[in-house]
Every structure is written in C-alpha cells, then in structure tokens.
C-alpha cells in the first residue's frame, strides 16, 4: 500500500518529533494524578469512592473517543482530530488546574481522556507522509518517546505534587496540550482523508458510547457496588443489549462506525481476542508490582518503599519495551506479525511463572517488570500489522480502535478479577486487610494463564500475507504498545487505589 499524497508542513525529522512529544504528553496524562490519590478525599472534601470518578471519568471517554474520533480521522484526515484532541485535553486541563471541588475535576479528567486517540491518529499521520524508508524508524522514535513519558511519569508527578501545590500537575498538563495543539496546527500535514466516504453515523455512534459505558463503568465499579447488586447485574444486562442493537444496527446503516464484517473476519476476530487476552495478563504487573513495593516491611513481604521509589523500581519496564522495538521489528520482517504475537505472549507468561519467586525484593520486581514489559511490547507490537494486513485501508484507523478498544475491556476485566482476588485472600496488619503473599502469587498465576491462552490463539490466526503493512508495523505497533502498558499502569491502577479507600 502505498503512501498518501501529503502537502508536507514540516521536515520529516521535525514531524516524527512533534508527534514523539504529543505521544509522551499522552503517556504522562496517564499517571499524572496517581500521586494525589491518597489525597484527594481530603484536598476535595468527599469520599474514596467518589474521588474515583476522577479517573473513571478519563477511563470512560478515552473508551468512547477512541473509535469516534478515529472514524473521523479516516474520513476527513488526521490533522484537524489531532488538534482537536488537543484542544480538549487543554480545556480540560485547565477546569482541573482552577477548582477545589469534585464534581470540576471529574469533568476536566474526563475531558482529558480526549487525548488518547492522539497515539491511533499521530501512528496514521506517520504512516502516510513519511517515504517508506523511514516508517519503522519513525515508529522506533515514537516507542521510544512513549516509553520514557510512560516510564518518568510516575516519579515525576510524585515530585511534583510534594514539592508544588496539587493544582501545578494540571497546569503542566494545560501547557502540554497547549504546546501540542500549536504545533499540530503548524507543522503536521493535511492528509488526504483514507475514507472517500464522509457520511458518519450518529446512531452508531450514540449506541457504541452508551454501550461502552455500561459494560466498563460496572467492570471498573463491580468490586465496590457487589458483582450480584442489582446496580452491577442491570448494567450488564443493559449493555448486552445496547449492543445487540448496535450490532443489528451496523449491518444495515451505509455507513458504519464498526465495519462488522470486517470485524469479524477471522484475522481480525482472532486478534482482537488475543488482545483481550494480553491486555488481561499485562495488567498484573501494574497492580501487584506497586502494592508490594509499597507495603509496610513489618508485614514480613512488603518492601516499604516510598512512592517515589516505586516508580523509579517499575520505571525500567518502559525501558525494556523500549528495547524490544528493534528485536520485534527484525522478526516480523522474517517471519511475520503472528510469530512475533506467540512469542510475546509467550514471554509474559514465562516473566509471570518465574516472577512468583521473585516477590522478596525491589530486584526482584524491577526483573518481573523488564521481563513482562519486553514481552508486552513484542505482543503488541504485532497487533496492528495483523489488522492492517487484514482490513481494508479506508477502516485503518475505526479498525485499529477497535483493537485498542478490546485492549481496554482486557485490562478492566483483569482489573476487576485481580482486585478480586487479592481481596479474598489476605492477611490481618494494624487492623486492616491486606492482600496476603498467596494472593499475588495466584494473581500471577491467573495473569500467566491468560498470557498463555493469548500464545494459543494467535496460533489459530491465519498467516498474514507480505506486504507494506507487514514489514513496516512492527515499531508503530510498539508506540500503541507503549501508550497501552503505561494507560493501565496509570489509570486503572489510580481506580484500584481509589476505590479500595473508605
């Protein structure tokens, strides 16, 4: 598949750097607010509980944005969705940064949410006015970039919300957008739109977001509403039909958001399985990797590390995705995207199986970290080439959103299982329950099962056939897998957190 025609703002170094930095602002809106979690109860005057509503909120649009806004960018161009993006996540940036009250800030996180489409629509941009020569090598670039904001997220925005008053992460969370904005209006380039139909779907549309939203806010709510409220049970029930209706409507609409007969092909089907399944087993590391860092040392487990410390002992996981870039590349180009997406499940499986014996130390940790990550970053990094190489190129980005979007019901489903289970299985410290050793180990076993039943599936996918899409993937692959480890180490970690306070 060729290249787009592109009038070209900037030189290629240039472009491939503002997209590089867009993405790291991305990654770092994911993390950003995890230091102020055990704060906010008394910083907005409320509950635990509610407090969680600041990152549901970010967890539910970035859902809901994603496929809307990457239709839109296959139908009339990136460019003009990235500056949207950015101009939400600024808005919503500066709500945050200019209120003491809940109900502000749970709108401008939600409006910050906007800004996860960027990595999908900065990926396109990259794909269609860079010279095939310097595809995978942008794509390098840009993993790399995601992989640093991923990984100096966390001690970063710990520094600064104890050495600044709590309002300063917005501001420079308002500035990043800002920045990103500007630079999208002057120096990425009008694509031509991939899709020669304009015609969008409203209905489509309204069904998916409320259909998404009733399926991820009891995923995410479950544990503290009861899985068998009636609250948790009808908006189950409630989104099994929404999107009963949805899918009945997409067959018959010209114009669909979901394209279902692509979506259910069985390239396509196959891997957006084999991501739910990965996205599960990926979602593990972030959950119990941080508790026990964290936990007191009198326990007799926990390793009494401060916050700070926790991010930089989780922080060479985004390294180590970083360095399966090149290694992932140079297999896809010999054997293609399906061996690189059994080998990757595979490696995180295996980091899970040995981590259950490395929980005594930091090391120990940091090492389940690099191993999982590596292995997550080779998974990922195969799964837009398979759906490329199997979609149409006018549904690229809708398919792609699609993918991500089955990512995102992986790591809320593994949320809701291991916080499950580590709440069944505990100890009693100081008068409070705390996840036992037992308990993470299972929730290591459970994330190598499902690792191993993502290696199983991508076994069954059909092999794709060479081309373009194939060859070059690899590292743009990566980018997503890079905004999607640290996504999940960010927001779904701050919900657990959030919603285990009284």
Same mark, same amino acid.
């Given at each position: ?26 990654? $770092? ?50 460019? %003009? ?33 906007? /800004?996860?489409?960027?990595?999908? $629509? ?31 997220? $966390? ?14 992460? !917005? ?28 015609? !969008? ?13 009733? $399926? ?19 908006? !189950? ?11 009945? %409507? ?66 060479? /996981? ?121 308990? !993470? ?62």
């Amino acid at each position: 598949m060729p290249n787009q025609p592109a009038r070209r703002s900037a030189p290629d170094g240039l472009l491939i750097a503002v997209l590089a930095a867009a993405g790291i602002s991305v990654s $770092l809106m994911q993390t950003l607010i995890i230091p102020l979690i055990p704060q906010l109860p008394t910083l907005l005057d409320t509950t635990g509980a509610n407090a969680s509503w600041t990152i549901t909120a970010t967890l539910l649009t970035g859902a809901v944005a994603t496929p809307m806004l990457g239709r839109l960018g296959d139908m009339f161009g990136p460019k %003009w969705i990235l500056v949207l993006c950015a101009v939400l996540l600024f808005i919503g940036s500066v709500i945050a940064a200019m209120t003491t009250s809940l109900i502000p800030l749970i709108i401008g996180r939600g409006l910050q949410g906007f /800004g996860a489409p960027v990595i999908p $629509l900065g990926i396109s941009v990259l794909r269609a006015a860079l010279p095939p020569e310097r595809v995978a090598s942008a794509m390098g670039l840009m993993s790399a970039s995601l992989g640093v904001g991923g990984a100096l997220g $966390l001690p970063l925005s710990a520094v600064i919300a104890e050495q600044f008053n709590w309002h300063a992460l !917005f501001w420079c969370a308002a500035a990043l957008g800002l920045a990103s904005g500007i630079l999208f209006v002057l120096l990425v380039p009008d694509l031509e739109p991939v899709s020669a139909d304009h015609r !969008f779907d409203p209905v489509g549309a309204v069904t998916l977001g409320i259909g998404l939203v009733l $399926l991820l806010l009891p995923i995410s709510k479950g544990a503290m509403w009861g899985w068998t409220s009636a609250t948790t049970l009808g908006m !189950f029930a409630a989104a099994v039909a929404t999107f009963s209706v949805f899918t009945w %409507w997409q067959y018959r609409v010209p114009s669909p958001i979901v394209d279902m007969r692509t979506t259910l092909k069985r390239p396509v089907l196959l891997t957006n399985l084999a991501s739910i399944a990965v996205g599960f087993g990926m979602f593990a590391l972030s959950l119990v990797g941080p508790q026990l860092l964290e936990m007191p040392r009198e326990t007799g487990f926990g390793l009494g590390q401060s916050m700070i410390a926790t991010g930089l002992w989780m922080a060479p /996981g985004g390294l180590a995705m970083m360095a399966a870039a090149p290694v992932a590349a140079r297999v896809v180009s010999a054997r293609g995207p399906k061996i690189v997406l059994v080998i990757g499940s595979a490696i995180i499986a295996v980091g899970y199986l040995a981590g259950t014996l490395m929980l005594g130390s930091p090391v120990g940790l940091m090492v389940l970290g690099l191993i999982v990550s590596f292995g997550v970053g080779f998974a990922f990094a195969a799964l837009p080439a398979l759906i490329n190489a199997a979609v149409p190129v006018s549904e690229t980005a809708s398919a792609n959103s699609i993918n991500s979007l089955a990512r995102s019901l992986g790591t809320s489903t593994s949320s809701a299982v291991m916080t499950a289970v580590l709440a069944q299985m505990t100890i009693t410290f100081a008068g409070h329950a705390l996840p036992s050793p037992a308990g !993470f180990r299972t929730a290591l076993l459970i994330a190598a099962a499902a690792a191993a039943g993502a290696a199983l599936i991508a076994l069954a996918i059909p092999k794709a056939p060479a081309g373009r899409d194939v060859v070059e993937e690899p590292a743009e692959a990566l980018s997503e897998a890079a905004e999607r480890l640290m996504s999940e180490r960010g927001d779904l970690v701050a919900v657990e957190l959030a919603d285990q306070r009284p």
